[in-house]
């Protein structure tokens, strides 16, 4: 993505093309992670007593790599979105000034904590070796689990720039969708199933080609690393629903401050989006 050229980056066909490369990165991030025990205690709060730090040791982790991260500029990123906005650090480096590509408001729109509660209590016990504890290898778990984070988080935010690509497109019918709040208009209106459908197939596939040894044949192939079903139905039930969320969260921003009903009630607007949704999730 070229994030200095906007027309480029709002072109569908190749926001879809970076959501499949994605994939790979998310692929080869539960690969990784399915070394490792699950773990409970990276993620249990104040486990290990760290200086001048209360939470989990992942959240030690993350945030550490982070503020490092923020050094080099990676959250002046339009497709990169942080666990902890408040924290970040400003860089020595001259700043970036990309082009404005996303609505202004598109660094609120953050769904990391959702993206961390539903890795830790339903994707690591799917891609996990074995359950408990290792202590020998607290570390590359949390490391692991960094890489997997921050690929999920990514791939999920891409539906900022999916969302202002569709409203782009077909302005009126959203305009239109976005002043009747009419989120389950939206939500029929930004779903494609055929895409949908063939996301968990190459799934499949990607699922079985990288996880086991190329070189050998079908039959003496061991199982492959993570199952690749089981990396479908992540992708089904928690990767597309939360990237809807944030396009539709986006959307229903989409035509500014003055759009009434949202000045006046933000948060009923936010409880009626989550019911609807939360559907989707485990
Ligand atoms: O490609 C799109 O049109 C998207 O909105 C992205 C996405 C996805 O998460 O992969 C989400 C909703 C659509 O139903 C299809 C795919």
């Not at 569908?12 to 990784?32: G, K």
Request: charged letters at 30%; a negative charge.
């Amino acid at each position: 993505m070229e994030f200095k050229k906007p027309a480029t980056v709002l072109n569908l066909a190749n926001i879809r093309q970076a959501l499949v490369r994605m994939e790979d990165t998310v692929v080869f991030s539960f690969i990784e992670r399915s070394q490792f025990y699950e773990s409970p205690s990276v993620y249990a709060p104040n486990k290990y007593k760290i200086p001048n730090f209360s939470g989990s040791f992942l959240d030690w982790l993350l945030l550490q790599n982070e503020k490092t991260h923020s050094l080099v500029r990676r959250y002046e990123s339009p497709d990169e979105t942080p666990f902890f906005p408040d924290q970040l650090e400003e860089s020595f480096l001259p700043s970036l000034n990309y082009p404005p590509i996303l609505a202004d408001y598109a660094d609120e729109v953050n769904v990391n904590d959702e993206i961390r509660t539903v890795y830790i209590e339903k994707i690591v016990p799917q891609i996990a070796a074995k359950k408990g504890d290792q202590d020998e290898n607290i570390g590359s778990t949390a490391c692991a689990d960094v890489d997997c984070l921050q690929a999920l988080s990514r791939r999920v935010h891409f539906g900022k720039f999916v969302a202002e690509a569709k409203f782009q497109n077909e302005m009126a019918r959203y305009t239109n969708l976005i002043r009747n709040k009419d989120i389950k208009g939206i939500e029929e209106a930004i779903t494609d199933s055929a895409v949908e459908a063939k996301i968990l197939e190459r799934l499949i596939a990607k699922g079985h080609a990288y996880g086991t040894d190329p070189t050998l044949r079908y039959s003496q192939n061991p199982q492959s690393k993570v199952q690749p079903e089981a990396i479908a139905k992540i992708y089904k039930e928690v990767v597309i629903p939360l990237t809807k969320k944030v396009e539709v969260e986006y959307l229903l921003r989409r035509l500014g401050d003055d759009d009434e009903a949202e000045a006046q009630d933000p948060q009923r607007k936010t409880q009626l989006m989550n019911r609807l949704l939360s559907n989707s999730l485990w």
